[in-house]
């Protein structure tokens, strides 16, 4: 019965197959393109040019930093989206999520006009402190963080909805304060979907270009990130540098999506 099933199963219909495969070819054919045009024989000279290096290591700290950002500001606010009844929990969701569908490069034009030297909170800093945040690696930081939190705050809420409460609520009736219960058990228990937020969070924050370029510019050494350098290589007719960094970054996040593969997509 299970082999007759399954060879139900590897029945498709054809109106399903073709306008399958053609949404396959759409995905998969970029991709295949800069594997076949990829000059391989150059890869390692190429990967170790000063440019790349430096793009390379200033995408992997921001990214770093802007992950350890998110990951503080992030986990209280999807605790308090998934374990209070706060006033306009809904709205407050859907603002902390709009990043997710919302164009970079109008995140980047958002990001400046808070805090840009005559933004909301950027005036204020840069009259009061000096301080100017645009185009400097911290508005790298700061895109980053803006476009990839949502990414943490929505795994994590998920995770902290599906944990059993039970063991929280033991270590409340022994006396332990709701810090404390937080920090030692809620926090443990849901560990993996922190850490899964935050590779997510990380490898979104690595491969930000919209907001970054907007908010940050693109100077060599300060804000020109791996996706920024790829840009500047095909505008300068450059394309093996820049195939060989699209392919840098698809290769990152090819093993992410397979690490978390069984959480995110399910077993085949």
């Known amino acids: 019965m299970s082999r007759t099933r399954r060879s139900q199963d590897l029945r498709v219909p054809a109106g399903l197959l073709i306008p399958a495969a053609l949404g396959v070819a759409i995905l998969v054919l970029p991709m295949v393109g800069l594997i076949v045009r990829a000059p391989w024989g150059d890869l390692p000279s190429i990967l170790g040019s000063d440019e790349v290096l430096t793009a390379l290591r200033l995408s992997l700290v921001t990214a770093t930093v802007s992950t350890g950002v998110a990951l503080v500001c992030g986990v209280p606010v999807a605790w308090l989206l998934a374990r209070t009844d706060l006033p306009g929990r809904s709205v407050l969701r859907g603002l902390v999520t709009v990043p997710l569908v919302l164009p970079p490069v109008v995140g980047g034009v958002a990001l400046l006009m808070v805090f840009g030297r005559r933004g909301l909170v950027g005036g204020w800093l840069y009259d009061t402190f000096g301080i100017s945040l645009p185009f400097t690696t911290e508005a790298v930081v700061l895109a980053q963080v803006f476009v990839a939190m949502p990414f943490l705050i929505v ?22 304060s709701s ?31 919209g907001a970054t370029v907007t908010f940050a510019g693109s100077f060599p050494g300060t804000t020109r990130t791996l996706p920024l350098e790829a840009y500047v290589a095909i505008n300068s007719g450059n394309s093996d540098v820049a195939i060989v960094l699209s392919l840098l970054m698809i290769a990152v996040s090819v093993t992410i999506l397979v690490g978390l593969r069984d959480r995110w997509i399910g077993a085949a």
């Open 155 to 176: 795994a994590v809420e998920g995770a902290l909805r599906t944990a059993d409460r039970r063991y929280e609520d033991v270590a409340a009736t022994l006396g332990a």
């Open 179 to 209: 810090w404390t219960t937080f920090r030692r058990v809620t926090l443990p228990g849901v560990a993996p979907g922190v850490l899964a937020g935050a590779v997510l969070c990380w490898a979104r924050a690595l491969g930000e270009f």
